[in-house]
């Protein structure tokens, strides 16, 4: 059995991913107390489902403080299991249920949204870190999809994903990210008219960028990090590792160089690209 478990903060985006998964052809289970997550699990396999997909959140209950140890359990077993965590900034999360105007599960003796989405948070801390964290707040409902997408299809087995990220400091920090480093000190494209409208993927930009010593300088830096503790994350079993690299707008310099990251590890590990503010 081929098993995905979702979880995250209430208005991340958890719909969207369970929805992809059900188009994907997995048999889908929404908002199921952690209690019953190994019931459930067993009869379905007696059942012959091959591919199941569970949210478990905060509306579940208390048990879903149970979720970790049950996670080890299912580990154990014969089936390939995958976990992911959505999230999102406080200030996204209290936009969105403003503007759809539904309920916090949480929000209830007094409680305001605010208070109760920093309750959830608390909650679910130590969810926060296991498996694939990705931060919902800046992209579109279509480049959730699309990173799904990419989720579900890393082979079990496959090894560690190394993931390089671009993102732009004036649209707030990843909360996915396990490193991040800030390029905002290298020349920039932006002040070029020509360049400004153009990306960090296209020819015109790279060529400016790489007639910067300075940008030669960084990235090896980077890369000179990220080759030195590789090995030590892929030790620790980790699934994924993300590399964030931000610069002003997430547009020229921290695109052109994750790409070349990109490139300089794609024969040491599985390597996923993405670029949070092109998307």
Request: hydrophobic fraction near 40%; charged fraction near 25%.
């Given at each position: 059995?081929?098993?995905?478990?979702?979880?995250?903060?209430?208005?991340?985006?958890?719909?969207?991913?369970?929805?992809?998964?059900?188009?994907?052809?997995?048999?889908?289970?929404?908002?199921?107390?952690?209690?019953?997550?190994?019931?459930?699990?067993?009869?379905?396999?007696?059942?012959?489902?091959?591919?199941?997909?569970?949210?478990?959140?905060?509306?579940?209950?208390?048990?879903?403080?149970?979720?970790?140890?049950?996670?080890?359990?299912?580990?154990?077993?014969?089936?390939?299991?995958?976990?992911?965590?959505?999230?999102?900034?406080?200030?996204?999360?209290?936009?969105?249920?403003?503007?759809?105007?539904?309920?916090?599960?949480?929000?209830?003796?007094?409680?305001?949204?605010?208070?109760?989405?920093?309750?959830?948070?608390?909650?679910?801390?130590?969810?926060?870190?296991?498996?694939?964290?990705?931060?919902?707040?800046?992209?579109?409902?279509?480049?959730?999809?699309?990173?799904?997408?990419?989720?579900?299809?890393?082979?079990?087995?496959?090894?560690?994903?190394?993931?390089?990220?671009?993102?732009?400091?004036?649209?707030?920090?990843?909360?996915?990210?396990?490193?991040?480093?800030?390029?905002?000190?290298?020349?920039?494209?932006?002040?070029?008219?020509?360049?400004?409208?153009?990306?960090?993927?296209?020819?015109?930009?790279?060529?400016?960028?790489?007639?910067?010593?300075?940008?030669?300088r960084m990235r090896e830096d980077i890369r000179r990090f990220v080759s030195g503790w590789?090995?030590?994350?892929?030790?620790?079993?980790?699934?994924?590792?993300?590399?964030?690299?931000?610069?002003?707008?997430?547009?020229?310099?921290?695109?052109?160089?994750?790409?070349?990251?990109?490139?300089?590890?794609?024969?040491?590990?599985?390597?996923?690209?993405?670029?949070?503010?092109?998307?």
């Amino acid at each position: 059995m081929r098993l995905v478990l979702i979880s995250g903060l209430s208005g991340s985006g958890k719909s969207i991913a369970l929805k992809i998964l059900e188009d994907s052809g997995y048999y889908c289970v929404d908002n199921l107390p952690s209690l019953l997550l190994q019931q459930l699990v067993g009869q379905l396999d007696q059942q012959g489902y091959d591919k199941v997909a569970v949210a478990i959140d905060i509306r579940g209950g208390d048990s879903i403080a149970m979720l970790p140890q049950q996670l080890d359990s299912l580990r154990a077993q014969d089936l390939e299991l995958k976990f992911l965590f959505l999230d999102a900034k406080n200030e996204i999360l209290i936009k969105r249920f403003s503007e759809t105007r539904r309920a916090h599960p949480l929000a209830r003796d007094g409680r305001s949204l605010s208070e109760a989405i920093a309750e959830e948070r608390e909650r679910l801390e130590s969810l926060a870190g296991i498996g694939h964290h990705i931060d919902t707040s800046d992209i579109a409902a279509a480049t959730l999809r699309e990173w799904v997408r990419q989720f579900i299809e890393v082979e079990a087995g496959a090894g560690l994903t190394l993931m390089f990220q671009s993102f732009g400091f004036k649209h707030g920090l990843p909360l996915d990210a396990d490193f991040v480093f800030d390029v905002r000190c290298l020349p920039n494209p932006y002040y070029d008219p020509v360049l400004r409208p153009l990306t960090g993927i296209d020819d015109a930009v790279v060529e400016f960028l790489e007639n910067q010593p300075d940008v030669h300088r960084m990235r090896e830096d980077i890369r000179r990090f990220v080759s030195g503790w590789l090995p030590a994350f892929i030790r620790d079993s980790r699934s994924y590792l993300t590399v964030a690299i931000g610069c002003t707008g997430g547009q020229h310099r921290s695109v052109c160089i994750s790409e070349w990251l990109a490139r300089e590890f794609a024969g040491r590990a599985r390597v996923l690209v993405r670029h949070r503010e092109l998307s």
